[in-house]
């Protein structure tokens, strides 16, 4: 099966971006850069993680995801 991946910033965004594609019955696998054994070494090259979801739902997570940065934005603007 064919997938494609979304860059998370952190945990936080991970767990309110997996919530909307939990909610549009989307197919997701959360994959966290953090390793024990190094330290998190690779967070710091590669980010906190991403998700990665089937291609056939490429248009829609990412039509989810814009509108949570988009929401996300709106919301550090007004604070």
């Given at each position: 099966?064919?997938t494609f991946?979304?860059?998370?910033k952190?945990?936080?965004?991970?767990?309110?971006?997996?919530?909307?594609l939990?909610?549009?019955d989307?197919p997701?696998?959360?994959?966290?850069?953090?390793s024990?054994?190094?330290?998190?070494?690779?967070?710091?090259?590669?980010?906190?993680?991403?998700?990665?979801?089937?291609?056939?739902?490429?248009?829609?997570?990412?039509?989810?995801?814009?509108?949570?940065?988009?929401?996300?934005?709106?919301?550090?603007?007004?604070?």
């Amino acid at each position: 099966m064919k997938t494609f991946r979304i860059n998370l910033k952190n945990e936080f965004e991970a767990q309110i971006y997996t919530n909307i594609l939990k909610e549009n019955d989307i197919p997701y696998a959360v994959i966290p850069n953090h390793s024990l054994v190094y330290d998190g070494i690779f967070e710091m090259q590669r980010g906190w993680g991403y998700v990665e979801i089937p291609e056939k739902f490429k248009h829609i997570s990412l039509e989810l995801y814009n509108n949570f940065k988009k929401w996300e934005e709106e919301k550090d603007d007004k604070i």
